[in-house]
């Protein structure tokens, strides 16, 4: 079922990263991890819809999503960048293959945080964000998506790496079978992976060889 919300307020979380709050339907419910295909109620636009993950808290009165815009003008993020409030979008019911299944590591490429941020955000909340650890890798440090509010929720577990600005303070290591040899302490945990298709399939298949049951490894599909 299709829901036409009008956008709430958008603003920059990053140089190319924006948060969205939009209405939230009457008896619209979601899990934490979990997106909606979304599309722009103007011509032409209505029907080209786009997967992206809500990043607030189910009980909140509306929905917030974070969104990196691309400059690609056939893109559908380079037509939601203009977009202000009393624009109209288009959200289809909720889904998803990403949900918290237990205390483990969640590891980020970009964008792919996203699914990550309503699950920590309802941790930290209800006080359970426990020894979770995220791994989340960049390319440059101006990248990271809402760095303060991870530290704050995640405290050491946070780790950042940056891998294509060499003035950087953060971890320059990539995020393969070196890096997750050195810094997991156990593969029996549970694993979230999301990122670049790329980037998902090799830590995936990685983290296998490494020990990780693959029941315990969750990926969007």
Known sequence: MDHTVKIISASNVTHNVKRFVVEKP???????GHATDLSINKKGWEDNKHPFTFTGLNDEPHLEFTIKIYTNPEGVTYHL??????????ISDP????????????????AGITPFIAILRQLYKDGKIGDNVLFFSNKTDQDIILKNELEVMLGDNAHFT??????SNYDKRRIDADFLKAE??????????????????EI???LEK??????????EK
């Open 26 to 32: 009457k008896g619209f419910q979601f899990t934490p």
């Open 81 to 90: 960048n203009p977009l202000s409030a009393g624009d109209e979008l288009i």
């Open 95 to 110: 889904w998803g293959a990403i949900e918290y299944k237990g205390a483990g590591y969640f590891i980020a490429g970009g």
């Open 162 to 167: 940056v891998t294509s600005q060499t003035d």
């Open 184 to 201: 997991v302490t156990d593969f029996k945990k549970h694993f979230y992976v999301c990122g670049p298709d790329e980037m998902v399939i």
């Open 204 to 206: 995936s298949k990685t």
């Open 210 to 219: 490494l020990g990780a049951i693959p029941d315990s490894v969750v990926f």
